[in-house]
């Protein structure tokens, strides 16, 4: 029932600036939390950041705390990745996810829909 597209990535050096989109169709996006995960060549996907239906809390993992901020407009269908200070391990393909719940989660089984991903490659 829900589709999600995501849109932003691209080529940048390091210590630079992307904004990823994730364009959600359905009419209950509101009613679930959202996430970010990404997965880099031979590596296993990892979790990135999520935020509750309400966009009134945000989880972050470690390795992007204070770089990245994630956000949502419920009215546009649409959850945001702000991410600054780019470094080259954050090179990979990064998803936008749909959660089971209505609560910030970094499992991903409790993530129902996926997007297809939109690569973010930061030169050194």
């Known amino acids: 029932q829900v589709q999600l597209v995501e849109s932003g990535g691209g080529l940048v050096q390091a210590g630079g600036s992307l904004r990823l989109s994730c364009a959600a169709s359905?009419?209950?996006?509101?009613?679930?939390?959202m996430g970010w995960f990404r997965q880099a060549p031979g590596k296993e996907r990892e979790f990135v950041a999520s935020?509750?239906?309400?966009?009134?809390?945000?989880y972050y993992a470690d390795s992007v705390k204070g770089r990245f901020t994630i956000s949502r407009d419920n009215a546009k269908n649409t959850v945001y990745l702000q991410m600054n200070n780019l470094e080259p391990e954050d090179t990979a393909i990064y998803y936008c996810a749909r959660s089971r719940r209505i609560g910030v989660s970094h499992t991903p089984n409790e993530y129902a829909s996926w997007g297809q991903g939109t690569q973010v490659t930061v030169s050194s």
């Open positions: 359905g009419r209950t996006f509101s009613s679930y939390a």
């Open positions: 935020i509750s239906w309400s966009g009134g809390s945000t």
